[in-house]
């Protein structure tokens, strides 16, 4: 555990056992920027022009995670939930109605229905894009892919959490 208590990964292990940890610690990541906050704390923009919200967050790796492991893994028809196939921007689109309750408990479902889905493949098993069908990827490629995506947007999520009450880190 690192100092904040979120899930440190191991200095050693397997190849899949580091990266979910990593994974995991990113998905961890989010959920304490978002943790302690107001509805109307989760939906304050960050910075003219940009509309980025802490919920908006949320709700787009709600679907990111929903699109890479449902939709790649479990060759499910799993819609998008809050954007759309031609805008794929609508996820950061939050409104009043929008609750931290609704979109995080939505998160984490996906979440452990994404954890089902790797859980049942090997690193290197190949799935074929929904969306592109002439182009592949391995487990591994989709581990390493969603690292890269938590990571940015926690960047993002620290200087919102910042610009809301000025904590940082985690």
Request: aromatic content about 8%.
């Amino acid at each position: 555990m690192t100092a904040s208590g979120l899930p440190m990964p191991g200095g050693t292990g397997g190849e899949r056992e580091l990266l979910e940890q990593w994974l995991d610690l990113h998905r961890a990541t989010l959920a304490a920027k978002c943790e302690g906050l107001s509805d109307e704390q989760l939906r304050r923009t960050s910075a003219p022009p940009s509309g980025l919200t802490l919920l908006g967050l949320v709700r787009h790796l709600a679907d990111v995670e929903r699109h890479w492991f449902r939709r790649m893994w479990r060759d499910e028809d799993s819609a998008p939930l809050y954007c759309t196939e031609t805008d794929r921007a609508l996820g950061f689109v939050v409104t009043e109605a929008d609750t931290g309750a609704e979109a995080l408990a939505v998160w984490r479902r996906e979440v452990d229905r994404a954890r089902k889905a790797a859980a049942e493949r090997a690193l290197d098993e190949v799935a074929v894009h929904p969306r592109r069908t002439d182009w592949q990827t391995s487990l591994r490629w989709m581990y390493l892919h969603m690292i890269g995506e938590y990571a940015r947007h926690n960047g993002h999520a620290d200087l919102l959490r910042e610009r809301i009450d000025g904590a940082t880190g985690f």
